[in-house]
T-cell receptor, first 114, second 112 residues
Framework: DAGVIQSPRHEVTEMGQEVTLRCKPI?????LFWYRQTMMRGLELLIY????????DSGMPEDRFSAKMPNASFSTLKIQPSEPRDSAVYFC????????????FGSGTQLSVL | SQQGEEDPQALSIQEGENATMNCSYK?????LQWYRQNSGRGLVHLIL?????REKHSGRLRVTLDTSKKSSSLLITASRAADTASYFC????????????FGKGNQVVVIP
């Protein structure tokens, strides 16, 4: 398996633009997580899905952020409109839900909003 | 929500030495996990220890868990330059959904 695949690897955009981050989880995994990592706040959980259904989006910072998982093999995280403070590394991770769930992370998307 | 907190925050050692990191947490857990993150990469799962276990080994890694003190330690023996990375502990709460809460990470630099 290729692991969790995220795209793009890097994204540079201007304030106010729409940004869409993509994730392909590992086949067979039924949970998917979006995290944001910054030096100041560390690794923050934004939202997670179980069997394609959003379970907890309490970590989504504002209404400008939205996430979808239309099927078991694809998820998007959208920021509209983007702001400079959204600059961070965004990680997608997948796992097999259970008592000993381990997460497998993608390589992340480095987002810079100018 | 609980969150693992690693200590010390940064560690610099010579190749061949052992590296020890600690993690504390606040509430009851099902398991505690350690992850490694190399610069510019995603986190990689290293080892999981369940709440009813006290010690676990995996290669050069040794993890201990003390649920009475709500703490864990990760020991890397005979460190190598390739062990240079950030190390995170993550706890799976025994309340509710079992999702992981990550600490802020512990930077380890192994000097060749």
């Amino acid at each position: 398996d290729a692991g969790v695949i995220q795209s793009p690897r890097h994204e540079v955009t201007e304030m106010g633009q729409e940004v869409t981050l993509r994730c392909k989880p590992i086949s067979g995994h039924n949970s998917l997580f979006w995290y944001r990592q910054t030096m100041m706040r560390g690794l923050e959980l934004l939202i997670y899905f179980n069997n394609n259904v959003p379970i907890d989006d309490s970590g989504m910072p504002e209404d400008r952020f939205s996430a979808k998982m239309p099927n078991a093999s694809f998820s998007t995280l959208k920021i509209q409109p983007s702001e400079p403070r959204d600059s961070a590394v965004y990680f997608c991770a997948s796992g097999q839900q259970g008592a000993d769930e381990k997460l497998f992370f993608g390589s992340g998307t480095q987002l810079s909003v100018l | 929500s609980q969150q693992g907190e690693e200590d010390p925050q940064a560690l610099s050692i010579q190749e061949g030495e052992n590296a020890t990191m600690n993690c504390s947490y606040k509430t009851s857990i099902n398991n505690l996990q350690w992850y490694r993150q190399n610069s510019g990469r995603g986190l990689v799962h290293l080892i999981l220890i369940r709440s009813n276990e006290r010690e676990k080994h995996s290669g050069r890694l040794r993890v201990t868990l003390d649920t009475s003190k709500k703490s864990s330690s990760l020991l890397i023996t005979a460190s190598r330059a390739a062990d240079t990375a950030s190390y995170f502990c993550a706890t799976a709460s025994s309340y509710g959904n079992n999702r992981l809460a990550f600490g802020k990470g512990n930077q380890v630099v192994v000097i060749p």
